[in-house]
Structure formats: structure tokens, C-alpha cells
């Protein structure tokens, strides 16, 4: 009985890193359309990149993709005075996950989005500060309270974009009018060619919005209320625009059952199959068409897995209170992200 017991408790560890190895070996490749891109993390407070989003993070910045991704978190998670700290912290852990540089790092101060289990985040203000970073023409005149989204970290155009943008001002700057020039200027009216015609169809300066799902894996309202935003905000770029194909893909993480939150790697298991459900009776229970929803599958490695540990302990260290150290040792977000995208209906 003994040698049994001894024997379950040199296998079980052994078993579960081969089922590790394998299920973080083989997966398939990320597919073309989440490589090459502009995309945004959103989330709701410093820490979610690590806790929630840590396989999805690791996986996207990945060199060979050639993403380029930056995270806006919408407060500073300021509940108990530590906003100025939590803020350092995300911009430590983000890097160490693989963002390019900490300016890439963008948190919110905003009255409107207070961190807390009682604080209301209205969609309608998360969708005006997405358009006003990633799609102005949307908000039109009548946008306010929006101005720190300026700050160049979010500005989502390649640095070629910029570099010719910069290329093309100086001349104009060189050559540039007198005073009485532009008094005239504005009395008569504009000299110069009219402005080029803006494209038709509906327009984005990202590729890909990720965020939590509509029950915020823990049922966090300021977590739910980032799903409600993102979507209105994609109903707003295609208000008008039916017939087109939307710009900006946007991409869930859905929220799972306890058992299967704290099921560690274990939970590769249900997920993957539930993938190989999905994308094999999709078509058929859609009744021939395309499935509904489309699953990207992130496993970290061990190694992967040791890094997002690394920025939990060593980036949020404010928040690692006791039960912390259960979610980063238990929790299956820590090492398992399916990927769910939405498809938004226009409106």
C-alpha cells in the first residue's frame, strides 16, 4: 500500500508535465490574421495582463509575428491609494511579457473609471475613448474629457507612417507664412487644393482589440463593462458601413466554470477539445456556414510559465497578498487562453 502511494505521488507530478509538454508543443500556428498586426490589450486594471492575459501576451509579441502591440488599461487601480505604484508595476510586468518598451504602456486616470466592485463604467464613455485613440472620426466634434489619449504611446501608425508624416511637415514648417499671410489667408479663404477625400468604408488605426468576455472571468464589473465598450465601440466603426468588412477583429477570453479556473494546465485538456468541437460541428450546426465563433489557443510552456510568475511576484509586488499566490499556482489563466472572437452586428 505503501509503495502504491509512493508510486501515484512520483507519477501524477510526471504526468502532468508531459501532458505540459505536449499540449504547449502542439498546438497549431498562430493563424495570418493575428500576425503582422496593430493590437490592443484592454484592460481594466494593473495586474490583468498578468493574472487574465499572460499566454496571449507572450504568444502575440513573439518576434517572428511582427505585431505590435500595446495595452490601454483603463485606471490605475487607485482603490486603495497605490495608483502611482500600480501603474510603475504594470509598465515593469508588461515588459517582461514582452511588450516592446514601457511607452507602450498607456493607463488611464479618469473619474469615470474609478477601480472598484461598485463603481459603474458606462459603455458608452469606454467606446469614446477607444474611437478617440483608435477611430476620432467617430466621435466627431462633440468628444470631451478625452484629451490624454494624444499621448503618443497610442498612436497605433508604424513608425514608417511617422517618419514620413515628420518628412512631409518640414517643408511646410521652413516655408511657413507671416502673419499677415494667414490673416489674408483666412479672409479670402483656403488657396491651397482642397484635402484628399477620405476612403469610403469604415476606418481603424488598430487591427485587433482584445479584452475580457461579457462575465469578466471573475465577475468584475469594471471587467464586464470592457466587453460592453469594445463592442459598441466596433458598432460605431461600422454604423453606416453595412456590406463592408469591419477593420478592427475583435477578441474575447472567455470565462470558465471554478473548477476549471483553478484546473491549472489540466484545463488544456477541456479547452482544446472544446476547440476541436467548435471547429469541427461549427459548420454543421450553423447549418452549413461558417462557424460562429473563431478560437485561438494559447499554452504557455514552463518557461513561459515561469516568466508570467516573474512579473506577478516580481512586477505587482503591492498586490501579492496571500491569495495571490494561489491564483499564480493554481490558476489556469496563468498558463491556458482560448481566444473567442466576436462577431459585432452593425447597427
Known amino acids: 500500500m505503501a509503495f502504491a502511494t509512493v508510486l501515484t505521488l512520483t507519477l501524477v507530478p510526471v504526468l502532468v508535465f508531459v501532458l505540459w509538454h505536449l499540449t504547449s508543443t502542439s498546438l497549431p500556428p498562430v493563424p495570418t490574421h493575428l500576425r503582422n498586426k496593430r493590437i490592443i490589450l484592454l484592460i481594466a486594471h494593473p495586474d490583468d495582463e498578468s493574472m487574465f492575459f499572460s499566454p496571449t501576451l507572450q ?21 486603495e491609494g497605490l495608483g502611482a505604484t500600480r501603474r510603475t508595476e504594470l509598465e515593469k510586468a508588461a515588459v517582461t511579457l514582452g511588450i516592446r518598451r514601457k511607452e507602450d504602456v498607456f493607463v488611464l486616470d479618469d473619474e469615470r473609471f474609478r477601480d472598484g466592485m461598485t463603481q459603474d463604467w458606462k459603455p458608452d464613455d469606454i467606446s469614446r475613448v477607444l474611437a478617440s485613440a483608435f477611430a476620432p472620426h467617430i466621435n466627431g466634434s462633440s468628444t470631451t474629457s478625452t484629451a490624454p489619449l494624444s499621448k503618443p504611446s497610442l498612436d497605433s501608425s508604424s513608425d514608417k507612417e511617422k517618419e514620413k508624416d515628420k518628412d512631409k511637415k518640414k517643408p511646410a514648417k521652413a516655408s511657413a507664412p507671416s502673419k499677415h499671410t494667414k490673416s ?11 484635402a484628399p477625400k477620405e476612403p469610403d468604408g469604415p476606418r481603424a488605426t488598430i487591427d485587433v482589440l482584445i479584452t475580457f468576455d461579457p462575465h469578466g472571468i471573475s465577475s468584475h464589473p469594471n471587467h464586464k463593462a470592457l466587453y460592453h465598450g469594445a463592442v459598441l465601440f466596433i458598432q460605431k466603426i461600422m454604423r ?18 471554478i473548477l476549471r479556473k483553478y484546473s491549472f ?15 469541427t460541428f461549427g459548420k454543421l450546426l450553423s447549418g452549413g456556414g461558417s462557424s460562429r465563433d473563431e478560437r485561438v489557443v494559447f499554452v504557455n510552456d514552463v518557461v513561459r510559465y515561469w516568466k508570467a510568475r516573474e512579473a506577478m511576484v516580481s512586477g505587482h509586488k503591492s498586490q501579492m497578498v496571500w491569495f495571490r499566490w494561489g491564483w499564480i499556482g493554481l490558476g489556469r489563466y496563468m498558463v491556458v487562453n482560448d481566444l473567442r472572437r466576436e462577431r459585432v452586428i452593425a447597427t
Open 59 to 79: 504568444a502575440l509579441t513573439h518576434p517572428s509575428l511582427q505585431n505590435h502591440l500595446k495595452i490601454l488599461c483603463m485606471s490605475t487601480g487607485d482603490s
Open 184 to 194: 489674408v489667408s483666412r479672409a479670402l479663404g483656403p488657396t491651397s487644393p482642397p
Open 240 to 257: 453606416g458601413h453595412s456590406g463592408y468588412a469591419c477593420p478592427v477583429s475583435l477578441y474575447v477570453l472567455p470565462s470558465v466554470n
Open 265 to 279: 494546465i489540466l484545463d488544456a485538456v477541456p479547452t482544446l477539445l472544446s476547440g476541436i468541437y467548435a471547429s
